[in-house]
């Protein structure tokens, strides 16, 4: 059963229906943000190749189009019965994950994709979607009650990560970290875990930034776990352990755990001026393509930054830039907008689940896809370091438009068994 937590947030969310629209069997919010974003990226990276030697940009309307045809499939399947195949979904992807080490095809510097009949598929992806059916039904049925009851959710996000951070995909790794913690505060895990879960991400970034203040983390996180674990001198004793090895180990894996290209990611956009013209670069004319939109923007296909090309991979993991430049800030506010609605509707759906595991498949998604969205925004805009996550539905990437509308479908089947869905689907 979902926690105390993860219970008022049923009933808030339970007595906020909407009122239906003209089209009374479509969920307006639901389908509609989605393929307008869809239809609005087809524009905007048909933009980014005007000047190229190639244009693929209609492949992102035709992958949608596919994906559309899947998640209306999905949203007429019982989600229970996806769940069933739980296991064999979760196995898959990670032997797909494994096959990368051995077969895959590398860009950019990194190894993530399998050739299949002509076509690169990133496991990756489909890993978070797999992750979230898996850790959704382990936690429904073995909430997290006692510390030790930590060890079955994490084991279950631990593996798919590690393959995905050696590919070496440091942002998608993140995805993972991210739907662990929102997955587990919403099945009831008292706060103050979640706040030692994240304790030796804060400790290692402080050992490697700003070492004194251990000084005062270390009695607040001991004093933290005092007071909320079970067993008091172990527990505190353990908790102090991991700190401490947090903030010894953590300068050698920033030296030897990451590549050169990781590290200047995540310290450049910090100050991307000291190296201009390379690891800096992307940050840089991201920003000026942005802000030369100005209010208005320069229009669709107007864009000179983007028409130039001045922003590599513009049309993936940069294609906000192409966004703020031919439609202003008005635009980007817009996009932004579209986001907050769908995830509020999807805490909606959550919160009408007809069971614990309908609830946290559709709140692991909504955390997917909501981590992906406050990421790739700032780093576009300089405010976080370039860490290689697509913006959903905008950025062009066949396997990342695929899980997202297959999402898209397993949230559609919960709201349409919800018990206050009105048959909204």
């Known amino acids: 059963m979902l926690g105390q937590w993860g219970r008022r947030k049923n009933r808030f969310f339970a007595g906020r229906g909407r009122k239906k629209s003209p089209l009374t069997d479509v969920d307006l919010i639901l389908w509609g943000i ?29 992958t949608a189009a ?8 999905l949203a007429r399947l019982p989600l229970e019965k996806v769940v069933q195949w739980q296991w064999p979904i979760f196995g898959i992807t990670v032997s797909s994950l494994i ?27 489909f890993a978070k979607l797999a992750a979230i059916l898996l850790l959704a039904s382990v936690l429904s049925r073995h909430p997290v009650e006692r510390p030790v009851d930590l060890i079955r959710p994490t084991a279950v996000i631990a593996l798919p990560w590690l393959l995905v951070f050696i590919q070496p995909d440091l942002g998608t790794s993140l995805v993972f970290g991210a739907l662990l913690l929102v997955m587990l505060f919403w099945a009831g895990m008292p706060w103050a875990w979640l706040a030692l879960l994240l304790a030796p991400l804060i400790t290692a970034i402080l050992a490697g930034t700003q070492p004194w203040i251990l000084l005062a983390w270390l009695p607040l996180v001991s004093w933290l776990a005092w007071s909320s674990l079970p067993w008091k ?7 102090l352990a991991l700190q401490g090895l947090t903030a010894v180990v ?12 990781q590290r ?17 670069y992307h940050l840089l004319q991201s920003t000026v393509g942005i802000g030369s939109g100005q209010i208005w923007g320069t229009g669709l296909m107007r864009g000179s930054l983007t028409k130039l090309r001045f922003i590599p991979e513009q049309h993936t993991d940069f294609i906000f830039s ?36 309908e609830s946290l498949v559709v709140v692991g998604i909504a955390t997917m896809l909501m981590f992906q969205v406050v990421v790739n925004i700032n780093m576009t805009i300089g405010l976080g370091p370039v860490t290689g996550i697509p913006l959903p539905w905008l950025s062009y990437g066949r396997s990342a438009m695929l899980v997202n509308f297959i999402s898209l479908g397993l949230c ?14």
């Open 412 to 425: 559609a089947s919960v709201a349409r068994r919800g018990r206050i869905s009105q048959g909204r689907w």
């Open 233 to 239: 001198r172990l527990g505190l004793v353990l908790v």
């Open 264 to 280: 200047d990611r995540l310290v450049l956009f910090l100050d991307p001026t000291k190296d201009p013209l390379g690891g800096g």
């Open 250 to 261: 953590t300068p050698w894996l920033w030296m030897n755990g990451l590549k050169d290209y």
């Open 66 to 73: 596919v994906g559309m045809v899947v998640a209306l499939l």
């Open 34 to 62: 989605p393929l307008a974003m869809v239809a609005l990226a087809g524009i905007l990276i048909a933009s980014t190749q005007r000047q190229a030697d190639y244009a693929d940009w209609y492949q992102h309307w035709v």
């Open 99 to 125: 096959a990368v080490r051995f077969i895959g095809t590398t860009a950019l510097g990194a190894q993530r994709w399998i050739s299949i009949a002509g076509f690169n598929v990133q496991p990756s992806e």
């Open 322 to 357: 192409a966004l703020g430049e031919e439609l202003g800030f008005i635009g980007s506010l817009l996009v932004v907008v579209g986001f907050v609605l769908l995830m509020w509707r999807l805490l909606q759906i959550a919160g009408q689940a007809r069971s614990d595991v």
